[in-house]
T-cell receptor, first 118, second 115 residues
Framework: EAGVAQSPRYKIIEKRQSVAFWCNPISGHATLYWYQQILGQGPKLLIQFQNNGVVDDSQLPKDRFSAERLKGVDSTLKIQPAKLEDSAVYLC????????????????FGPGTRLTVL | GENVEQHPSTLSVQEGDSAVIKCTYSDSASNYFPWYKQELGKRPQLIIDIRSNVGEKKDQRIAVTLNKTAKHFSLHITETQPEDSAVYFCAAGRGYGGSQGNLIFGKGTKLSVKP
């Protein structure tokens, strides 16, 4: 099966500029996650969607970050305006919806977008 | 908030030796513990996972153990090979009653296997 797709793979911008990332999850995966991975650290959740609804955005810096998944499939993550500390790899992951009685479904990760803010 | 501690941060072994990476978690409601391998510039890929209803799971040279009482789980790699060199991340997540949350990741262990 095709994996999680992300674009662009690399982006270099200056601080205070805007940037947008795109993710296409595995077909049939209703749950979608955006993670931020700073160099030398593990991924940290920014936002989780189930279909087109937000499940968890408690760690999303809402003054500058926004995300949407209007039709419950593709998703975009936007940063406006960017700061130096936003330099990181932005990973999108997807999983099947958890059925009652099951404990957890594997998350599949995309290749990520490496953002450099100068 | 929830936290996952991972040790060591770097690990260097000789080819053929064993490698052990340890993690502790803070959320007692966590019931899913995956391990991801991330090669330089590539996506994290699941290598093994364990759920809270078992204490140990093995897949060829890789094994994971879980101690729910101590909130501790470990990755064991035997007969290491140079291609095992990568960064390994542990994580913890919870999923109940049709609802699945995100994964909380450790900071990673850079494993180097010397030929």
């Amino acid at each position: 099966e095709a994996g999680v797709a992300q674009s662009p793979r690399y982006k270099i911008i200056e601080k205070r500029q805007s940037v947008a990332f795109w993710c296409n999850p595995i077909s049939g995966h209703a749950t979608l996650y955006w993670y931020q991975q700073i160099l030398g650290q593990g991924p940290k959740l920014l936002i989780q969607f189930q279909n087109n609804g937000v499940v968890d955005d408690s760690q999303l810096p809402k003054d500058r970050f926004s995300a949407e998944r209007l039709k419950g499939v593709d998703s975009t993550l936007k940063i406006q305006p960017a700061k130096l500390e936003d330099s990181a790899v932005y990973l999108c992951a997807s999983s099947l919806v958890l059925l009652a009685g099951a404990s957890y479904n594997e998350q599949f990760f995309g290749p990520g977008t490496r953002l450099t803010v100068l | 908030g929830e936290n996952v501690e991972q040790h060591p941060s770097t690990l260097s072994v000789q080819e053929g030796d064993s490698a052990v990476i340890k993690c502790t978690y803070s959320d007692s409601a966590s019931n899913y513990f995956p391990w991801y391998k991330q090669e330089l510039g590539k996506r994290p890929q699941l290598i093994i996972d364990i759920r809270s209803n078992v204490g140990e799971k093995k897949d060829q040279r890789i094994a994971v153990t879980l101690n729910k009482t101590a909130k501790h789980f470990s990755l064991h790699i035997t007969e290491t090979q140079p291609e095992d060199s990568a960064v390994y991340f542990c994580a913890a997540g919870r999923g109940y009653g049709g609802s699945q949350g995100n994964l909380i990741f450790g900071k990673g262990t850079k494993l180097s296997v010397k030929p």
